[in-house]
RNA sequence: GCGCCCGUAGCUCAGCUGGAUAGAGCAACGGACUUCUAAUCCGUAGGUCACACGUUCGAAUCGUGUCGGGCGCGCCA
């Protein structure tokens, strides 16, 4: 419906040979009473054309009015065209939705091959909290492009080659000569959480103590090894449950095994963009604009993390030939976006293909007060506790209830309320209402001969303009990558149907088929948010 | 010190490619259940858009500065 306004209103800019780029905008206006689209075209050609906009727009006016989708269109305020949409325009736009709402409202976009890669996290510890936000928003994030006809790939990313893996498995053995009587202490930087003493004990079941009688270093790779196996099951696990499957799981050590790395700064070298000081290998990033040049290998001979991320980059562009790479980030990694953009560029690839989406700190609440985390001593609240505490939908529609970069209040006792106090119910309660008319309509879902024109009181007309305005809210979450849109979208259509189905009912109506016909347009939608955002669609509360 | 994000109602946040009287949810207060589930609806109240200056016909939105909050700045990972 925007999108025809827009072309009409072009049609009206071609008539008048004018310049094709002028940026109008159609919109939604704030106020109701300002009627249903508005544009504020007349006012920005003012300028151009040096008139009055009341002017032009009274002219755009008479271009459009006899157009039949309009009740009427009228000038306000400084020279806003406000459009009034004749019910029956609207009627017929669910009528097509009814028909098929898989296609109506998907956007229109180039259908890329894209990378999301998100989560990520170093298999040396369960999940937390803040990687549910990242993983909620980057599984949505890889559905929303789905349906918008992309040819999306899910990756996990695993750091098994450096220093930290290591520590994983000095750590893990320590706990594992504990048990055996010897007094060791976990390395002061190592990882101190409860979960490795479980993994040193099926240790001692697997090995008993033959692991003290091989050389410490390979007893540490064994450890290393099955903690990281064991840990990255229990990742996957809970993920699963959090109902996000990966496509890939790709290993740094991989990079390394295969040479990828290596080559990667040979590359780079033939362009020019390397060179040695201090023993080191460095790698001229200011060329493009970063601050200071970063260290590629180290004097000791040991690669950084940025050089295996730009083999890993590399790997995902120019083997794997991905368009499109969105890499979803913990906010705290802001320092290195630019660094990866300058490599990125310094490969020959267009920076603007690979998007980073930092995702702003998730605090946890309960009951309004703030729960304290450390990572260090491991005192952080487990994804896992929280969807039991909570439940798969509310933390999922919690995390997606607002814009990625802006910081997230969650509080596990709201989160847990079955009360108009969290939205998630609000939404899951209007598909059960719909759900439940249905199940007592008791009817064969034919409409063929349902009139929709017999559809025209208020809340039918705004439910139905709710479900249109959807559209929108999935082309800003496919374009701007923010599934909060979607969520939006879904407790818009809510709240209209909540309040139609305060004052009209359905059921033995003298529009009954009708209604029903809106209505199941209504669940088909707000089953394609759900679904969109990975929220079931509960036929029942 | 430099860089990034942020400052909007009591709380949590939208709105930010400049446009109409700045919005929503929650909390508060007052109403609506012999009803297709009241997990809902209706109404009331609530604001110096941190502050200052600038650009503009017009600024919450753009620019500069100040104040306040968060984060990042290593041959760390």
Same mark, same amino acid.
């Given at each position: 419906m925007k999108s025809r306004i827009t072309s009409l209103i072009q049609d009206y800019l071609n008539s008048k040979e004018i310049d094709e780029k002028i940026q109008f905008s159609v919109e939604y206006p704030k106020q109701e009473e300002f009627g249903d689209y508005a544009t504020n075209t007349a006012m920005i050609l003012a300028k151009q054309l040096k008139r009055k906009p009341v002017d032009i727009a009274e002219e755009l006016i008479e271009f459009l009015? +006899? /157009? @039949? $989708?309009? @009740?009427k269109i009228e000038i306000a305020g400084p020279g806003f065209v406000n459009f009034y949409i004749k019910p029956q325009a609207i009627l017929e736009e669910i009528k097509s939705i009814h028909k098929d709402h898989l296609s109506y409202f998907q956007p229109m976009v180039e259908h890329k091959k894209v990378q999301v890669e998100f989560v990520s996290a170093n298999p040396t510890g369960p999940l937390h909290i803040g990687h549910g936000r990242g993983a909620a928003i980057g599984d949505s994030i890889s559905r929303i492009l789905k349906y918008s006809g992309f040819q999306v790939e899910k990756e996990y990313y695993i750091n098994d080659a450096g220093l930290q893996m290591r520590m994983l498995g000095l750590s893990t053995f320590a706990r594992y000569k504990q048990l055996l !009587? $010897? +007094? @060791? /202490?976990?390395? @002061? +930087?190592g990882y101190q959480g409860e979960y490795l003493v479980d993994i040193a004990k099926d240790m001692m079941v697997e090995y008993g103590d033959a692991l003290l009688n091989k050389k410490e270093d390979e007893a540490i790779s064994i450890c290393q090894k099955k903690a990281q196996d064991v840990i990255l099951n229990d990742i996957v696990k809970t993920l699963k449950e959090f109902r996000i499957e990966f496509d890939t799981f790709f290993k740094e050590k991989k990079l390394y095994d295969s040479n990828e790395v290596d080559n990667s700064i040979e590359y780079l070298k033939s362009k020019g963009y390397i060179y040695e000081q201090d023993g080191a290998v460095w790698f001229k990033t200011t060329a493009f604009g970063d601050d200071k040049d970063r260290v590629l290998k180290k004097s000791n001979g040991a690669y950084t993390y940025f050089a295996s991320d730009i083999a890993y980059h590399k790997n995902k562009f120019l083997s794997r030939k991905f368009d499109t790479v969105i890499d979803i980030w913990g906010a705290d990694h802001h320092g290195y976006v630019k660094r990866m953009k300058s490599a990125i560029e310094a490969l020959g690839? +267009? !920076? !603007?293909s690979l998007k980073v989406i930092l995702v702003q700190i998730v605090n946890l609440l309960r009951g309004g007060k703030k729960v304290s985390m450390s990572t260090r001593r491991a005192q952080f609240i487990e994804l896992k506790e929280v969807l039991e505490e909570v439940g798969v939908d509310a933390a999922r529609f919690m995390f997606l209830s607002r814009s990625v970069d802006s910081h997230l209040d969650f509080d596990l006792e709201l989160a847990k309320k079955q009360t108009s106090e969290n939205p998630v119910y609000y939404a899951q309660y209007a598909y059960a209402r719909i759900k439940n008319i249905f199940k007592q309509a008791d009817c064969e879902l034919k409409f063929d001969d349902a009139d929709l024109n017999n559809l025209n009181t208020k809340e039918e007309i705004d439910l139905a303009k709710a479900v249109i305005k959807f559209k929108d809210f999935i082309k800003k979450a496919t374009e701007e990558l923010e599934p909060y849109f979607i969520t939006k979208g879904v407790l818009a259509i809510a709240e209209n149907l909540h309040k139609f189905y305060n004052r009209q009912k359905v059921i033995g109506s003298e529009f009954e088929k009708e209604r029903l016909f809106l209505l199941d347009s209504v669940a088909k939608v707000i089953k394609l948010g759900f679904d969109l955002i990975g929220v079931e669609a509960k036929e029942k509360m």
């Amino acid at each position: 419906m925007k999108s025809r306004i827009t072309s009409l209103i072009q049609d009206y800019l071609n008539s008048k040979e004018i310049d094709e780029k002028i940026q109008f905008s159609v919109e939604y206006p704030k106020q109701e009473e300002f009627g249903d689209y508005a544009t504020n075209t007349a006012m920005i050609l003012a300028k151009q054309l040096k008139r009055k906009p009341v002017d032009i727009a009274e002219e755009l006016i008479e271009f459009l009015k +006899d /157009n @039949e $989708i309009f @009740e009427k269109i009228e000038i306000a305020g400084p020279g806003f065209v406000n459009f009034y949409i004749k019910p029956q325009a609207i009627l017929e736009e669910i009528k097509s939705i009814h028909k098929d709402h898989l296609s109506y409202f998907q956007p229109m976009v180039e259908h890329k091959k894209v990378q999301v890669e998100f989560v990520s996290a170093n298999p040396t510890g369960p999940l937390h909290i803040g990687h549910g936000r990242g993983a909620a928003i980057g599984d949505s994030i890889s559905r929303i492009l789905k349906y918008s006809g992309f040819q999306v790939e899910k990756e996990y990313y695993i750091n098994d080659a450096g220093l930290q893996m290591r520590m994983l498995g000095l750590s893990t053995f320590a706990r594992y000569k504990q048990l055996l !009587g $010897i +007094d @060791e /202490n976990v390395p @002061e +930087d190592g990882y101190q959480g409860e979960y490795l003493v479980d993994i040193a004990k099926d240790m001692m079941v697997e090995y008993g103590d033959a692991l003290l009688n091989k050389k410490e270093d390979e007893a540490i790779s064994i450890c290393q090894k099955k903690a990281q196996d064991v840990i990255l099951n229990d990742i996957v696990k809970t993920l699963k449950e959090f109902r996000i499957e990966f496509d890939t799981f790709f290993k740094e050590k991989k990079l390394y095994d295969s040479n990828e790395v290596d080559n990667s700064i040979e590359y780079l070298k033939s362009k020019g963009y390397i060179y040695e000081q201090d023993g080191a290998v460095w790698f001229k990033t200011t060329a493009f604009g970063d601050d200071k040049d970063r260290v590629l290998k180290k004097s000791n001979g040991a690669y950084t993390y940025f050089a295996s991320d730009i083999a890993y980059h590399k790997n995902k562009f120019l083997s794997r030939k991905f368009d499109t790479v969105i890499d979803i980030w913990g906010a705290d990694h802001h320092g290195y976006v630019k660094r990866m953009k300058s490599a990125i560029e310094a490969l020959g690839i +267009d !920076g !603007g293909s690979l998007k980073v989406i930092l995702v702003q700190i998730v605090n946890l609440l309960r009951g309004g007060k703030k729960v304290s985390m450390s990572t260090r001593r491991a005192q952080f609240i487990e994804l896992k506790e929280v969807l039991e505490e909570v439940g798969v939908d509310a933390a999922r529609f919690m995390f997606l209830s607002r814009s990625v970069d802006s910081h997230l209040d969650f509080d596990l006792e709201l989160a847990k309320k079955q009360t108009s106090e969290n939205p998630v119910y609000y939404a899951q309660y209007a598909y059960a209402r719909i759900k439940n008319i249905f199940k007592q309509a008791d009817c064969e879902l034919k409409f063929d001969d349902a009139d929709l024109n017999n559809l025209n009181t208020k809340e039918e007309i705004d439910l139905a303009k709710a479900v249109i305005k959807f559209k929108d809210f999935i082309k800003k979450a496919t374009e701007e990558l923010e599934p909060y849109f979607i969520t939006k979208g879904v407790l818009a259509i809510a709240e209209n149907l909540h309040k139609f189905y305060n004052r009209q009912k359905v059921i033995g109506s003298e529009f009954e088929k009708e209604r029903l016909f809106l209505l199941d347009s209504v669940a088909k939608v707000i089953k394609l948010g759900f679904d969109l955002i990975g929220v079931e669609a509960k036929e029942k509360m």
